[in-house]
């Protein structure tokens, strides 16, 4: 209708025939957008090695960003739940699972960078260097827990774990977070104010999460005490 409508001489109408509400794909541009945004650090390595852009070390370089970025979209995978907490945005648990396997992505070709151009497979200095020095051996272990939360993402996995079992296991990922950080920070040494960002901003993550599950918990009580009138409202 528009504002003019009630200039226009009455015209017999015929029986007005609703069109059927178009089922319009809800921001059908999201999942493609974040697969775009989550490969353009890889293109924007890819561009600068071949160009010789990397600086003096370019495969220190190449392996700082793909560090970085796998944190990065990891900490973006575990900030969708809370989104949804406390802003009500749906749309990041659409996006939710994809960035955390490009997080897994990233990290194995980091983890592939060290092992391989950095360290050219050679396995003493590698086992040596995952059991001596503490901000490889936390990396590794963020690694190793990233592995089995990457292989059990699907649909497939939740019906055969079962949801709650599932959950439990994927809450591993603020512990590779964490791990990662911690990596980051060891790594650092001097001026820790970046990794500290991120800590930050975990440590927030972390703090919705366990007020959601304080806040569950004593909704469950609740429910649970004698003469309770049914189950608690709003979560
Ligand atoms: C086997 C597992 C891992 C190994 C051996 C490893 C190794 C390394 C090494 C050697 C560096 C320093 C590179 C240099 O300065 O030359 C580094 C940096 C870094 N790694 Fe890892 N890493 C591992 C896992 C991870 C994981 C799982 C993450 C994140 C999810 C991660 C995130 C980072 C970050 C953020 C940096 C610092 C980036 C910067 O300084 O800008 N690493 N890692």
């Known amino acids: 209708m528009t504002a003019f409508d009630d200039a226009v001489p009455a015209r017999p109408r015929a029986p007005a025939r609703r069109p059927a509400p178009r089922q319009a794909a809800p921001l059908p541009w999201l999942k493609p957008g974040v697969f775009i945004g989550a490969l353009a650090p890889l293109a924007s390595i890819a561009l600068r090695a071949s160009r010789d852009e990397l600086g003096a070390n370019p495969i220190a370089q190449v392996e700082n960003e793909l560090g970085l970025t796998a944190l990065i979209l990891l900490v973006a995978s575990l900030a969708c739940t809370p989104a949804r907490r406390l802003l009500g945005w749906t749309w990041p648990t659409r996006v939710r699972r994809e960035l955390g396997l490009f997080a897994f992505f990233y990290a194995s070709l980091h983890v592939f960078t060290y092992l391989v151009p950095d360290q050219g497979l050679d396995w003493g200095v590698i086992v040596e260097d995952v059991t001596r020095r503490p901000f490889i051996t936390v990396g590794f272990l963020a690694f190793v827990l990233l592995v089995p939360l990457a292989f059990t993402s699907t ?5 055969r774990l079962g949801y709650r079992r599932w959950n439990r296991l994927h809450q591993l990922a603020y512990l590779a977070a964490v791990l990662a950080v911690v990596h980051f920070i060891w790594r650092v040494k001097i001026d820790v104010s970046q990794p500290l960002i991120y800590a930050s901003v ?23 005490r004698p003469g309770a009138s049914g189950p608690a409202t709003s979560r």
């Open 202 to 224: 975990l440590g927030a993550l972390l703090l919705v999460r366990v007020a959601v599950w304080a806040r569950q918990r004593s909704a469950r009580r609740e429910e649970r």
């Open 155 to 159: 649909a497939a996995s939740i019906r």
